[in-house]
């Protein structure tokens, strides 16, 4: 107090941490040509979080997309759909043009750091080169190419052969074949878009790679996924489920966004001997059934049997491996 009283005390500070919003770094005008698609990147669209991880900053789409469609990982994205900053900076996110003549084409957004912090109110806009489209003639009763022929494989080394192809429920569609470039045969797979332009890059099917991986086929399931089966002759070595006598069959569950759900199944219980001549079919629910060629003569007792086996959406078996054949003289193939 000035004339030697002196009193003392502690006293606390307290840091309160402030959760800022997330801040924009780039929202730049994309350019893409008339019915193409251009893969956004975090140069084209990038807001930060200093508070939070990319995979935190969660986009909502509050206007659909005129003049193109939205997609995350080869699904459509629809109102209120989302996608993270994380997907753009791993190119999950792909716009594609609907081909209109149009010169521009958008989409409304707000983004969100999941923890209260959201900047509404924005907008991506795409600029549109135009492209000088042939005329095309229709004729009543013909039907006309849409566009014109796709390469559907990237890896452009060996052989690829023994395509097949099924349609999904919102018009895409999904080829799958066997690929030569490596040693041994694989199964490869491409989603596209309706119009044809691929969604994502090429999809390695099989994980066991030893031996040959062949005849592949495929068939769309409720829900929007696929499912792809094919021989397998890798004997067990490096995959998962092989069969270590003599040809599976294997497959592999695809959701409707175009991801694999989990690894490849080997389909066939019984071991013995070569399993082969593999069909499959959808079932309601999202499940599946396969039929093939039992050349084990164990089912039977007398030579190669037909044999089935239902699974559900996940991958289960839905209970064991059923002999389709009464018959049992000779083979049945």
Known sequence: DGQGGTATTTAQIANVALNDAPVL?????????????????????????????DSSVT????????NGTVFKNGSSLGLNGTFTQQDVVDG???FLHDGSETTSAAFGFSVSDGIGGTVT????????????????????GEVSPRGTEILVNTQTGGAQSAAQITTLGDGR???????????NTDIKAQVFAASGAKLGGELPVNTAVAGAQSVPQITALDGGGFVI?????????????????GLATKAR??????????????????TSNDQSQAQVTALAGGGFAVVWTDLSAVKDGSGSSINLQVFNATGGAVGGETVVNTAVLN???
């Not at 770094?25 to 991880?53: I, K, M, P, S, Y």
């Not at 569609?173 to 040693?183: E, H, I, N, Q, R």
């Not at 569950?253 to 019984?270: C, K």
Request: glycine share 12%.
């Open 229 to 245: 089966i094919w021989q397998d002759s890798s004997f067990g070595v490096g995959g998962a489920a092989g069969d270590p006598s």
């Open 59 to 66: 986009y909502t789409i509050t206007t659909l997309p005129t």
């Open 25 to 53: 770094n780039h929202n730049e005008v994309v350019t893409v040509l008339e019915g193409a698609q251009v893969v956004l990147t975090a140069a084209d669209l990038d807001f930060n979080d200093g508070d939070n991880a």
């Open 253 to 270: 569950i695809y959701g409707s966004d175009g991801l694999p759900l989990g690894a490849e199944i080997r389909v066939n219980t019984q």
């Open 331 to 333: 083979g049945q193939t």
């Open 92 to 94: 999950r996110i792909v």
């Open 173 to 183: 569609f999904v080829v799958t074949w066997t690929d030569a470039s490596s040693g």
């Open 121 to 140: 109110g924005q907008s991506f806009t795409f600029s549109i080169t135009p492209v000088n489209d042939a005329p095309t003639v229709n004729v009543s």
